[in-house]
Each structure stands twice: as structure tokens, then as C-alpha cells.
């Protein structure tokens, strides 16, 4: 399954805003990340109409997560970014061309469909399976437990620097 860039960036975001007990503002997120803003900006709109973070306006605004990292999956993050639909649509392959199978001959769903539909199922429920919360707690584990409090202080000491 192959899902855009801007799933990865999103995940990052909602990592990185599991630091802070303020709003991030998207130039910071951008900054952090060394991505474009007009980019990153696309990835929180999307995941802001999922209503997985929301904007606050204002001198101290930014962007900040709806609800607790434990409550926002993998999934959640996909949906937002990529939307929900299936990663693989069947056709009917087997009904077209010179040796087409008739429609009334095919009984039950095409076994290559039938493959991919349960391998996209396996792959939803993985990532209903991860939760932002999860997410955090791995980037202790394999970046050190530094790395999220140095992106914490990094946040504080550009914005208030």
C-alpha cells in the first residue's frame, strides 16, 4: 500500500505537538521538519477538517492535537491525509477482453481481489493498532529519551526567544 509523503510529515507533527502544552505554530513545524510551510500547511489542514488537531489565531497561536495522543491512531492520521477509501479497487479484469470471463460464470469475488482486500484489511488494522501516543513512546525509545525533550525545548526557546 503506498500512501502520499504528507501522511509521514503529518504523523511528525502530531508527534512533535504531544510535546507542547501550547499551540505550535506551522512555520515552527515546518522549521523543526526543514520542509516547505506551503507543504506542511496542507498536511495540518487536512488533519485539522479531520479534527485530529485544531488552529488557535492569534499572537500565541498555532496548532495544537483535539484530543489525547492515545486516541488518535495511525489510521486516524491516514484517513486525514490520504482519506478513507480502499487502496485497491477491482475492475472485473477477468470479464473483459478476448477470453472474458461471463459475469454470470463468476460466482464469488475475483481471488486477486479477494487477496488484496484482505492484505488492505490486515494493513488497516496495524495501523488502527498505533497510536500517536504509541508513536512518542518509540521515538524515547529509539532516538533516546532526550530527543522529544529537546524538541519541547527547542519550541519554548524559538518562541519565546
Known amino acids: 500500500m503506498k500512501m502520499s509523503g504528507g501522511v509521514e510529515w503529518a504523523l511528525h507533527c502530531c508527534v512533535v505537538l504531544t510535546t507542547s502544552s501550547r499551540p505550535v505554530p506551522a512555520a515552527k513545524l515546518a ?32 496548532y495544537a492535537l483535539t484530543r489525547a495522543p492515545e486516541s488518535i491512531t495511525l489510521l ?23 477470453l472474458a470471463t461471463p459475469a454470470d460464470a463468476c460466482t464469488g469475488p475475483c481471488p486477486i481481489a479477494h487477496a488484496m482486500w484482505t492484505a488492505e484489511t490486515a494493513w488497516r488494522q496495524a495501523l488502527a ?14 532516538s533516546g529519551p532526550e530527543a522529544l525533550v529537546g524538541v519541547r525545548t527547542w519550541l519554548v526557546g524559538e518562541r519565546d526567544g
Open 129 to 142: 493498532a498505533v497510536t500517536i501516543a504509541d508513536l512518542a513512546r518509540d521515538v524515547e525509545a529509539t
Open 76 to 98: 486516524d492520521v491516514v484517513h486525514a491525509v490520504d482519506g478513507p477509501g480502499p487502496a485497491f479497487v477491482c475492475t472485473e479484469i477477468r470479464q473483459r477482453g478476448p
Open 31 to 62: 522549521e523543526l521538519h526543514d520542509v516547505s510551510g506551503s507543504y506542511l500547511a496542507k498536511q495540518l489542514q487536512s488533519l485539522a477538517r479531520a479534527g485530529l488537531i485544531h488552529s488557535v489565531q492569534g499572537k500565541s497561536g498555532g
